[in-house]
């Protein structure tokens, strides 16, 4: 009869699904639960091969074991003396009890949900119960950003073991930032800190060129001065000497000095074109006048 | 084959299913390249981690499975960034690349890090994506080490030192975390502030700059006014000594002649008396219009204006 080789066939495809129904591995990345007509029972938590009653007795739901990071929206908070901040947070997570897990949550989707709330509400508690310096600062001694990152992830990680079977390893802030209407006035107080220090700058510019400057011309007065004053005593000096000089040999007969030096005087003084009047009665019109029997004594 | 013969299927079957159980079996073989290593699972547990390069065997699947992982290309990831934007771009920067700084400033850094695969199992297996996984561990270091310092350490001098910071403190988180990841290098390709606020920061360094010039500047006026003033100051004194040597020169010279003529003199003192009032007379008048009024005559002078020529007149009385 023909029926019975597509009856051996059916048959064989029955019991070869049926037998792949009771395998079941589970991967080194992997989870699982296993469900009896569909009401969870137990876990597996170790990768392997494992048997188990086939569809639709039992099933097994596979959950990923690996480590999963959480990257929620962007969310405000306020700090405790009424900062407004924008974080991004950083939550890393994994299944810790896949039972657990599957009866609380059952989908990653429902999980990232839950696990945003939890983190959100944590993270806004403890924002605000610190001050905004605590998170940002130059001094190192009021910054408790990771006491504050350690206590949220210590209540994240409370809530979610208890809660969704979840292992919360580690929530950390990603990005800082100020909401769009604090951060135009950030860049104003930027621009004016900077205006600040560049107009500092300038003037410490001016201020040095003109020490430096004044400094010079102060040295170069003092330079032309010495010099000048100096110059003068040489001057002096030489006058000095040069009137004892005159002073030693004029004086050897002063009589006749000013006679000679009286000549000299009219040589040098009758030069162009003088006119000399000279009377008839002086010594030197007397043999003009007197004819040469005269003498000039 | 006996065996065979008697299984109730076709010829055809007969040879070609242990043809086919044959292909099987052989796709167990793999090769590891020389800058991979191997990892293979059995029923999805780990059974070899670390299979060196060559050719291997594994169980077919799916008993067993193999991974053959690159350790030792360098990967790497941007941070702040998406690297297939044009870097040059004038569009404003997106709020991923901005950091809060100690002094409340904001700054934007862009980076890229490298690392290689450290251990394979962690790698292929501990977290689901382990390229995300260094990304968000760097930004989020990046964050907590640039909120604790100034914003002129940041864009200056500090570059390199926290470019270390924040490669030792993600390769701690990293392995806290178990990824199985080495980082190489964090490098940032830009640090500046946001494109707000930049020529501000700009006009700091013209300022800057701008005050060396100025300093440069005096300087230079004082390096040249200096030796130029000692150069006036030796002529002053150089022509002071010249006045000196001139007087003395002119003094004894004149008093050098003085002497010899006196020494003259007093030998025959009324004759030579007599001959110089006579030469320096015939010199002065040598050339001069003279006039000689007689005993009784006025002379009458007067006062020319420019120009006028001199006419006495003489009045006889």
């Not at chain 1, 051996?8 to 079941?24: F, H």
């Not at chain 1, 657990?100 to 403890?126: K, Y």
Request: proline content about 5%.
């Amino acid at each position: 009869m023909k029926w019975k080789p597509i009856g051996v066939g059916l048959g064989l495809i029955v019991v070869g699904y049926l037998i792949l129904s009771c395998c079941a591995v589970v991967d080194v990345t992997e989870l699982a639960v296993l469900t009896i007509f569909g009401r969870p029972t137990q876990s597996i938590t170790e990768p392997g091969f494992y048997l188990k009653w086939p569809f639709p007795i039992q099933t097994l739901h596979l959950i990923d074991a690996r480590l999963l990071v959480l990257d929620p929206e962007t969310a405000e908070f306020l700090t405790k003396d009424k900062k407004n901040v924008l974080v991004n947070s950083f939550l890393c997570w994994r299944v810790k009890d896949p039972l657990r897990f599957i009866e609380s949550l059952g989908s990653r989707l429902q999980a990232e949900l839950h696990l945003t709330d939890v983190l959100n509400s944590e993270l806004g508690a403890v924002l605000g119960a610190y001050d905004f310096s605590a998170l940002v600062s130059t001094n190192p001694e009021t910054v408790q950003l990771e006491q504050m990152m350690q206590a949220v992830t210590e209540h994240c990680a409370t809530v979610a073991e208890k809660e969704f079977g979840i292992q919360v390893l580690d929530v950390r802030l990603k990005r800082l930032n100020f909401p769009d209407q604090n951060r135009a006035s950030v860049f104003n107080r930027m621009r004016a800190e900077r205006e600040r220090i560049a107009t500092r700058y300038r003037s410490e510019g001016e201020e040095q060129a003109t020490k430096i400057k004044s400094e010079a011309e102060r040295q170069r007065r003092e330079i032309l001065a010495k010099a000048n004053q100096e110059a003068e005593e040489l001057r002096g000096k030489g006058e000095a000497e040069a009137a004892k000089i005159y002073a030693d040999s004029y004086g050897q007969d002063p009589e006749f000095y000013a006679f000679w030096e009286t000549l000299q005087t009219y040589r040098q003084s009758l030069q162009d074109k003088t006119t000399v009047i000279i009377p008839a009665d002086t010594q030197l019109m007397k043999v003009f006048y007197e004819g040469p029997e005269s003498t000039t004594r | 084959m006996k065996v065979l013969n008697r299984l109730p299927v076709s010829r055809v079957a007969r040879y070609t299913v242990p043809v086919l159980l044959l292909i099987y079996a052989a796709s167990g073989f793999y090769q590891v390249r020389p800058d991979e290593l191997g990892v293979v699972l059995r029923f999805g547990a780990v059974a070899r981690s670390s299979v060196p390069p060559g050719l291997h065997y594994h169980l077919p699947w799916p008993i067993e499975e193999q991974y053959t992982p690159k350790t030792t290309e360098v990967r790497k990831i941007s941070v702040g960034f998406n690297v297939f934007d044009n870097l040059l771009d004038e569009e404003p920067e997106s709020l991923e690349a901005q950091r809060l700084t100690g002094d409340t400033n904001i700054i934007a850094i862009k980076s890229m890090v490298h690392y290689v695969v450290d251990d394979p199992v962690q790698f292929l297996f501990g977290a689901e994506n382990p390229a995300l996984l260094v990304q968000a561990a760097a930004e989020l270091v990046l964050t907590e080490t640039v909120a604790g310092k100034e914003v002129d350490w940041v864009l200056t001098t500090g570059r390199t030192e926290l470019q270390v910071q924040v490669k030792a403190q993600t390769q701690a988180l990293l392995d806290q975390l178990h990824a199985g990841i080495r980082l190489t290098a964090v490098n940032f390709v830009t640090i500046e502030p946001p494109l707000d606020v930049i020529e501000a920061f700009n006009d700091v360094s013209s300022a800057k700059i701008e005050r060396e010039e100025l300093i440069n500047k005096a300087e230079s006026v004082a390096n040249f006014v200096l030796p130029k003033a000692r150069g006036e100051a030796h002529e002053l004194l150089e022509q002071a000594k010249a006045y000196q040597t001139e007087c003395l020169a002119q003094a004894k010279g004149l008093t050098q002649t003085f002497v010899s003529l006196k020494n003259y003199y007093v030998t025959a003192p009324a004759i030579t008396r007599q001959r110089m009032y006579l030469e320096a007379i015939s010199e002065c008048l040598a050339h001069q219009q003279v006039i000689v009024p007689s005993n009784g005559d006025n002379l009458r002078l007067t006062l020319l204006e420019e120009g006028q020529t001199l006419k006495p007149q003489v009045d006889k009385q």
